[in-house]
């Protein structure tokens, strides 16, 4: 090849050393999977932005480059596909996209840090055969749902977890050697504490981070529905969600009603896990069914790597006036907390709004893979949120211009977030060949004070992203009313 192979390898190494644009890339290439564009449309794409970062290579170059690939390690097309791009590269994107998989796929080339497959050390694999970056860059969401796999830290603080989960009838959390009130800096940290945060600082971190975009791909090439037969579900009244272990499957999902930044807390202000059990309800006791796991998730957010849903979302919103929104309105996101009634006004809810639906494939899931303690099962724990009117009394049976807006931004954000969780488990169902149980709960219907409609919207997303699919799901509610509001709308 001419001079161009050298500007292709170029534009490999420079993503790798500018993650910033490698994740805009990964988050672009997956809304163009979402809008089922061809192989063509996609590496038309990645050539744009090599260009517009200074390197010089056109769609022809890059389908020779990706012959002389095949030609040099003698892989079939198929053997390619499995070794690049897994599971999650199907009919309609294989090709040419083959040559750049590595950063909208990178983890099945990174993984252990081994080749790919063999090359010479001219080639662009050996280029970009790096040590591991970031969080998620490690594992594809397939391989994530597939292999319900606990991370190390998390597994030894579970050791400890366990093993004094019988000292508690209520949660081990509470035990002095378990925990400290670590956002109060005068008590001492604990040396479990101390173990979670050196793992943090090397690199394990508790949450993997997808973008509804990236799920939405994936459930779509995923997808091989049976028309007519619909999911089977049950509504549930009553059970402790501190319990649910002893009663729920191994490796069921579970939805956690939680705060956008995966941690649970009375107000804006944080909590120490030390602290959950005094918040009874649903999201806190979900969470301390596995204390490991949600001490991770404190050690990670000390040190700001925790991710966050919808913040990045909301530093991208600019107002008609040209203002940020989260610069106008301080007060509207703190600590996983959403407060639309800190807007004030009805054109900058109106501009909320209609952003939100055109960015909505960048919100992200947060989820982890958990291990209960006393049972030794695992979950896969789906944080889920709501916006909060806690405090505050809305009257969502009025139909003024600016009723009617918080209802539709509360619906955007939640019926999605339950569509999201719905695909996630017929993604793991088929990527394990068994069925799959999710629980689902009410978000955003207790303290937060959401419009009760928002769950219409979203048991209708849920049935239509299970109809035909062996995933099993339940209901949760505490109390007789609550069931009936799943009654009423299943």
């Given at each position: 090849m001419k001079d161009t192979r050298k500007e292709i390898e170029g534009f490999c190494l420079f993503l790798r050393d500018n993650k910033q644009i490698l994740k805009e890339l990964k988050n672009e290439i997956a809304q163009l999977k979402y809008d089922l564009l061809d192989e063509d449309d996609i590496n038309r794409h990645i050539i744009s932005t090599a260009k517009e970062n200074g390197f010089n290579f056109t769609y022809e170059d890059l389908k020779d480059y990706e012959k002389e690939m095949q030609k040099g390690k003698e892989l079939s097309d198929e053997q390619l596909l499995e070794i690049v791009g897994g599971s999650s590269i199907r009919k309609s994107i294989a090709g040419g996209l083959l040559s750049l998989i590595t950063f909208i796929s990178p983890s099945s080339m990174l993984a252990n840090n081994m080749h790919a497959y063999a090359a010479s050390n001219n080639t662009y694999v050996t280029c970009v055969n790096v040590e591991k970056t970031d969080n998620e860059d490690q594992i594809d969401l397939n391989s994530y749902l597939k292999e319900a796999k606990i991370s190390e830290a998390q597994e030894k603080a579970f050791e400890i977890t366990n093993k004094l989960f019988s000292k508690t009838l209520s949660n081990v959390a509470q035990l002095h050697e378990i925990s400290s009130y670590r956002y109060y800096k005068i008590f001492p940290e604990t040396e479990l504490e101390k173990q979670l945060d050196s793992a943090v600082e090397n690199g394990d971190l508790p949450?993997?981070?997808?973008?509804l975009g990236q799920i939405n791909s994936e459930a779509k090439l995923n997808e091989e529905k049976e028309n007519g037969k619909?999911?089977?579900?049950?509504?549930?009244?009553?059970?402790?969600?501190?319990?649910?272990?002893?009663?729920?499957?191994?490796?069921?999902?579970?939805?956690?009603?939680?705060?956008?930044?995966?941690?649970?807390?009375?107000?804006?202000q944080p909590s120490a896990v030390k602290e959950w059990i005094y918040?009874?309800?649903?999201?806190?006791?979900?969470?301390?069914?596995?204390?490991?796991a949600a001490k991770h998730r404190e050690a990670a957010h000390l040190q700001n790597e925790l991710p966050d849903a919808i913040q990045g979302v909301l530093e991208k919103c600019i107002l008609k006036d040209g203002n940020n929104i989260l610069k106008k309105y301080p007060g509207l996101y703190k600590n996983g907390y959403l407060q639309l009634l800190k807007i004030d006004s009805i054109e900058d809810l109106q501009s909320l709004k209609d952003f939100l639906?055109?960015?909505?494939?960048?919100?992200?899931?947060?989820?982890?893979w958990v291990k209960c303690e006393g049972t030794g099962k695992k979950q896969l724990q789906v944080f889920s949120a709501a916006p909060s009117f806690q405090g505050a009394y809305v009257d969502w049976n009025k139909n003024d211009?600016?009723?009617?807006?918080l209802k539709e931004i509360c619906d955007v954000i939640v019926s999605n977030e339950y569509k999201s969780i719905a695909q996630i488990a017929a993604i793991r169902s088929e990527q394990?060949?068994?069925?799959?149980?999710?629980?689902?709960?009410?978000?955003?219907?207790?303290?937060?004070?959401?419009?009760?409609?928002?769950?219409?919207?979203?048991?209708?997303?849920?049935?239509?992203?299970?109809?035909?699919t062996n995933v099993k799901f339940y209901l949760h509610g505490w109390s007789e009313k609550d069931c009936q509001k799943w009654e009423k709308y299943m």
């Open positions: 949450i993997k981070e997808f973008t619909s999911p089977e579900f049950k509504i549930i009244k009553g059970i402790d969600a501190l319990k649910l272990s002893e009663t729920a499957d191994d490796c069921s999902i579970v939805q956690v009603a939680s705060q956008f930044n995966a941690l649970e807390s009375v107000s804006t918040d009874n309800t649903q999201g806190p006791r979900a969470s301390l069914q596995s204390v490991a639906i055109s960015n909505i494939n960048e919100f992200k899931v947060l989820s982890q211009n600016k009723t009617k807006l394990i060949g068994e069925p799959v149980s999710l629980h689902l709960t009410l978000i955003g219907q207790g303290v937060f004070q959401n419009p009760p409609e928002i769950i219409k919207s979203s048991i209708e997303k849920v049935k239509q992203e299970l109809k035909g």
